[in-house]
């Protein structure tokens, strides 16, 4: 299955912005409900294709733009993801986040 190339472009361009967007705009611009698990775990591997892609392509972790309202931080799964792709090496969450939306922001703002 494809990326979702409308959520792409929404990541690049709030990257380009230097913001952040939570996991409800994201799953409003996917008519999907946050509320739902199987929609939350639907945006999750979305996102998650993203980044694949992104980081096989030599780029930053675009769906690290993608927070929670409650901490303005990436959920677990983004973590786990970020392990598994070996960018995220420590037990330091806060961070790792930190450092890879820096990468982002300097990436897309060119």
Known sequence: MAINEALYQKLVEAAKNRQTITYGEVASMVNMNTSSPAHRSMIGWMLGEISKQEVKEGRPMLSVLVV?????????????????LG?????NDRGFFEGELKRVFAYWGK
């Open 68 to 84: 929670l309202p409650e901490t303005g931080m990436p959920d677990v799964d983004s973590f786990a993801l970020a392990s598994e």
């Open 87 to 91: 960018l995220h090496k420590s037990g």
